[in-house]
């Protein structure tokens, strides 16, 4: 126990060291304290910003030189030949008043006509006729077609184009001939309204039905009357603005998966879907 309590010669000779570097480092003048430390390392505390408030009342406002009519000539090679003007007819009116009603020329009674032939009235002479490269171009796809025209293009209820069809055979789109109906677009013979208006790619891939067998029928319902008539039971209208008013998410590109499931629309998978789930619960 005794020498327990002692000191050893290692301990003795491990004190002198210290005391000897403590000593070297005192007179280096590098022996600081942890405070003093600290303060060297810590950063410096920000000063706060002072908030200025702006007076937007009395400074002018910075507007773009598109708003204020300033844009560069330059900058309108940019754009699409749509937005600046340069249209596919061959005949552009000197005033772009296509789809203007004359005063008086429309009677109240007018004949309700179907929502693939809408009226369609303009001023005498003004009416232009489609280019060569613009017809050979409108019946390059039969599908939704590839010319979109604001004034004398029909709505489709579901992708929403104002497209000219790609019938070949069609004197509305061709010709423009707004007396006679749109070959490529789809009428209902119960609504005769826009939610009957379909082109021939949503008619085949939402609804599963060929635009020839649908143009023979005189007869044909829409999805849209389909299902408000309960005709066919769990049939609905998959368009997105059906879908959003019975609070159901839009399908998006769901063809894809109904053909891998086997179903030949996207409105049959939707049906056999609704179908089990009533019966699930």
Excluded at 7 to 32: F, P, S, V
Excluded at 175 to 180: N, S, V
Excluded at 186 to 194: E, G, P
Aim: hydrophobic content about 25%; glycine content about 8%; overall charge positive.
């Amino acid at each position: 126990m005794g020498r327990l309590g002692m000191k050893t010669d290692y301990e003795e000779l491990r004190n002198a060291r210290i005391l000897e570097n403590q000593a070297r480092l005192a007179g280096l003048g590098l022996q600081k304290t942890i405070a003093e430390l600290r303060t060297i390392t810590s950063k410096p505390q920000s000063e706060k910003k002072k908030y200025n408030k702006v007076d937007y009342f009395s400074t002018p406002l910075r507007r773009s030189d598109r708003l204020k009519g300033n844009t560069p000539p330059e900058l309108d090679l940019r754009r699409s030949g749509r937005l600046n003007e340069k249209s596919c007819y061959s005949a552009p009116p000197a005033k772009r008043k296509l789809g203007l009603y004359e005063e008086g020329d429309v009677d109240d009674d007018t004949e309700r006509r179907p929502a693939n032939a809408p009226l369609l009235r303009v001023k005498d002479g003004l009416i232009p006729h489609l280019t060569p490269e613009a017809l050979s171009r409108r019946c390059s796809s039969k599908d939704r077609g590839t010319i979109y025209d604001p004034i004398f293009g029909i709505c489709c209820h579901f992708c929403r184009q104002k497209k000219l069809c790609g019938e070949e055979d069609c004197k509305r789109c061709g010709d423009l001939d707004t007396d006679q109906p749109c070959l490529g677009k789809t009428d209902c013979s119960i609504c005769h309204s826009t939610n009957g208006v379909l082109c021939r790619g949503c008619l085949k891939v939402r609804y599963g039905e060929e635009l020839e067998e649908v143009r023979a029928n005189k007869g044909w319902v829409c999805p849209h009357c389909t299902e408000e008539k309960g005709i066919n039971p769990y049939w609905i209208c998959n368009s997105s603005l059906c879908l959003k008013k019975r609070k159901m998410a839009p399908t998006g590109i769901a063809i894809f998966r109904a053909r891998e499931m086997g179903y030949k629309s996207v409105a049959h998978l939707l049906m056999d879907q609704l179908q089990q789930a009533v019966k699930g619960k």
